[in-house]
């Protein structure tokens, strides 16, 4: 059964689920459907969810250690980014992310999940034009959900949403919901805090 988690709340991954060591992380959002007497418009929002594979001092190593729509795949084969969605539209998980918890380097403590709007400030865009934003995790072997966190909080004076982690304690694997936003307004200049 899928736990729903607030946010700040942590959970073990694999401590409760013996042998678990693939899993699917999925993202999702849809745009905010403005509908007035005059006009009806559906505001075309491009996020992107990426994630920062982080050291013990919660520094990346290297570019190597984002992945994102123009890094799919980690050196490592430890993460997989499925592709871009560039307009949130449709059900379900707008954007993929598999992990491999095995392949996952000895150096990464945390995997740490952020969407940012595409070209924000140009476009004059934030998170008040999306809504229905989470992240969740499944198990790979059997394709069921392990935990979701739904964003309720209202982020429209942000351009990016640090989304949720999974890290190491000791041998185990565990989530935190995050759930916090960030004004960075691009994946480039959010990264330049990690070196």
Not at 81 to 95: P, Q, R
Not at 151 to 166: A, I, P, R
Not at 171 to 179: P, R
Request: hydrophobic share 35%; glycine share 10%; aromatic share 10%.
């Amino acid at each position: 059964m899928s736990i729903n988690l607030q946010k700040g709340q942590r959970i073990d991954l694999t401590k409760g689920n013996a042998g678990l060591s693939e899993i699917m992380v999925g993202l999702g959002w849809d745009p905010v459907d403005q509908k007035g007497s005059l006009f009806h418009r559906v505001y075309q929002i491009d996020c992107d969810a990426s994630v920062l594979l982080l050291n013990e001092n919660g520094k990346l190593k290297d570019n190597r250690d984002v992945v994102y729509f123009g890094n799919l795949t980690h050196p490592s084969g430890s993460v997989n980014h499925m592709g871009d969605n560039l307009t949130g539209e449709g059900e379900g998980d707008d954007e993929q992310i598999k992990i491999n918890l095995n392949k996952v380097p000895q150096y990464v403590s945390k995997l740490v999940f952020v969407v940012n709007i595409y070209d924000a400030f140009n476009r004059k865009q934030n998170f008040g034009m999306i809504r229905n934003a989470f992240i969740r995790i499944v198990d790979v072997r059997n394709n069921k959900e392990i935990l979701k966190f739904s964003l309720t909080d209202d982020y429209s004076q942000f351009t990016d949403v640090f989304v949720g982690e999974v890290y190491r304690h000791d041998s185990e694997w565990k989530f935190t919901a995050i759930g916090q936003g960030s004004n960075y307004g691009s994946l480039r200049e959010l990264v330049k805090k990690y070196y």
